[in-house]
């Protein structure tokens, strides 16, 4: 996620933005010459998920003919395709960065709201709205404890500065790692007193002489979504810091682990047209059809990542719409990942996410 708390990669190397770029040129001619429209859609369950609660309803609705590319757009391909003039897909996933790089870069189309229904652009969560790019998913960073360590009716950490407070609340602790940007800066900070609505800018310095007093404490610094998960489930951890979706799949297995959503941090993935896409069009109605109250809970059945329409509440049932970081009960106390502030560069040309790492990479061999 470079700062968008990305749930599923974290570094991506030369070789396979080589590839990935080849790979998407190869389908231009097929999928453009035809008049088809190719969406990107990442992989996995995450891609079917697309397909089925997506890409067949808006082709049966519209009769456009849709080419679903299981792969991801990592921002150095979409750079690549729209320098190059070779932009090979119509519509992308964009995390908050690249969103917030695309009027300076050139990267994304506007987006057309005039053909939005009031209600439902209404509804879309505010930050996950922009002028290039429109909310998918909403997700979370949050604090999660084992049960059978701190059970209900007994002491819980409820806040970040709880968490630091390693007497009142002893346990084996894990929190993400800095090594792609995305380290617990945030929640550094609300340790430190800072209040919310005032982390941003963030203070560099201070977060990590906050990170200073709970280094000892932690067992583990997390590199990914998966490793953290794996930590929960077998009880290495008693206290962590995870991404949202990971511990409710862990839950809705059984395991003995519950999500404090106080001071989560909530980023979001959206969809963005790609510069120069010859099927434009129909691109701007492809997104605006998925980012509809009904797709978005259909998708949500589906897998479990939180919708951006908040609408979309209103058609999952109740248990299963509080599994999601953007259940409007949660969004109250969440902090918003600033990615802006992120990808800001200073004087130097070095963006803040930038020097995080750095410092970061510093920092944990100390």
């Known amino acids: 996620m470079s700062m968008s708390i990305n749930r599923r990669r974290f570094m991506h190397g030369a070789s396979a933005i080589a590839v990935g770029a080849m790979s998407y040129q190869s389908r231009r001619a097929a999928a453009q010459s035809s008049g088809e429209l190719s969406v990107a859609l990442n992989g996995g369950d995450y891609a079917k998920a697309c397909i089925e609660a997506y890409v067949k309803p808006f082709e ?15 921002a150095a391909t979409l750079e690549l395709m729209v320098s190059t003039n070779s932009v090979s897909v119509d519509v992308i996933p964009v995390d908050a960065t690249t969103t917030f790089k695309a009027p300076e870069k050139g990267l ?14 209404d509804a879309i969560v505010e930050f996950t709205r922009t002028p290039y790019s429109v909310g998918s998913i909403v997700y979370a ?11 209900a ?9 709880e968490f630091w407070d390693v007497s009142k609340y002893p346990g084996v602790r894990a929190m993400s790692s800095g090594v792609d940007g995305s380290g617990p800066w945030e929640e550094a900070l609300l340790a430190d007193g800072v209040p919310a609505d005032a982390l ?12 200073d007093k709970i280094k000892p404490h932690i067992r583990k610094w997390f590199v990914t979504g998966s490793e953290n998960q794996q930590l929960l489930h077998d009880k290495v951890v008693d206290l962590a810091q995870s991404y949202d979706g990971r511990a409710v799949a862990l839950m809705d297995q059984g395991a003995p682990i519950e999500v404090n959503r106080n001071q989560q941090k909530v980023t979001w993935e959206s969809w963005g047209i790609p510069k120069g896409t010859k099927n434009l069009q129909n691109a701007q109605k492809f997104i605006e ?15 479990p990542y939180g919708p951006a329409n908040r609408n979309a509440y209103k058609l999952l049932p109740e248990d299963v719409g509080r599994k999601f970081a953007s259940h409007p009960d949660y969004l109250k106390a969440s902090i918003v990942a600033d990615s802006k502030w992120y990808a800001t560069a200073g004087s130097d040309g070095v963006t803040n996410v930038e ?12």
Not at 60 to 74: D, H, R
Not at 289 to 303: E, G
Not at 355 to 366: A, D
């Open 60 to 74: 049966a609705e519209t009769g456009i003919k849709v080419t679903p590319v299981a792969e991801e757009v990592p």
């Open 108 to 121: 994304l189309e506007k987006i057309d709201y005039s053909i939005y229904k009031k209600d439902e652009l």
């Open 141 to 151: 960073l949050c604090m999660v404890y084992n049960t059978e360590k701190f059970p």
């Open 153 to 161: 009716g007994k002491p819980r950490p409820a806040t970040w500065a």
């Open 200 to 211: 941003y800018p963030l203070d560099i310095d201070r977060a990590f002489a906050s990170l």
């Open 289 to 303: 059809f998925v980012t509809r109250a009904d797709r978005q809970a259909a998708f949500a059945k589906l897998i």
């Open 355 to 366: 020097r995080l790492i750095q410092r970061w990479n510093e920092w944990i061999l100390q």
